[in-house]
């Protein structure tokens, strides 16, 4: 019972702690907040959507019932006389930094978001737990540099992935089986890992320069354990059926490219759909591609072409969005 009380203050903790975020943010309106998805109202929208991309603050759940995940949620643009419809969903994992991030903000990846919103997807970014506003330990890093536990931690993440997908394919606004889960770095990581549980309604996985341990006592080209990440590739790869596809830079300084390649054929070697494309040096490290408009000319049709192949939503592919409103506040709300 004490334990059960002091949960339940946690989660009232935390849902005041992001309403003051939101009220220092200025997001924060005289109207009350959406509904939301649980009985102690702690998961939902917070404030009302801005003008970049319908740009929304959410509350989600994790792999852990006692700590709430932050997200920023964007979508499509809708006319004003548009019949609300459920949209494609596609859930976007950030990276980690073990020097920034506790004060990292949230995740946003603008421009690959916006491809994506272009497409007519809604966008979730969560901040997964040990990361910025969400806080708390960092439970998906298990063991050390000298032995790292690399797919045990990554299926620790893929918990608080997992958790956002079953709790937003619930929601009114998105078609529960055309979802998209997409992971940069330690979150494209954690994606693979979720694609080894094969959840229901996950169309496709897109893994953007995915690994861990990267950047060994901060020296370019090492990797912590790089024998136990092939390992753990080949080890959710025997488990895997979606679909997925790879894309590492010959630039990236963290994962390069015979790591990539290693990694992507003892996934496939395992049963696994790894289709791996090695682009060419990006900027001053490949492994930031995802994360601006240029990268598009070097990964937007290979994606295009993959999501085709395995039928992933296109509705509105190209469209700017310019002229029409946001999804009306009715078709947006937060569901059980």
Known sequence: MQGEKGGARQRRSAVQQVISIVAMLGLLTASPLPAVANDDGMYGAYGPQGPRLGEQLWMLPSGDPARALRATVFRPDASEDAIPRRLPLVVINHGTSDLTRLSVSMPVFYWLSRWFVDRGYIVVLPQRRGHGATGGPLAEAIGNCSNPDHFASGQVAADDIEAVVSYMSRQPFVSPDQTVVVGISTGGWASLALASRNPAGV???????????????????????EDKLIEAAAAYGKTAKIPTVWFYSRGDSYFGPELAQSMAEAWNRAGGLAALHLLPPYGQDGHDLASDRAGWDLWG???????????????????????????SPASLTASK
Do not use: E, T, Y
């Open 203 to 225: 169309r496709a996985v897109i893994n953007f320069s995915g690994g861990r341990g990267g950047h060994a006592g901060g020296r370019r080209n090492a990797v912590c354990g």
């Open 301 to 327: 049709n290979a994606l295009d072409v993959f999501l085709n192949s395995v039928n992933a939503p296109r509705i509105a592919a190209g469209n700017k969005g310019s002229g029409s409103r946001l999804l």
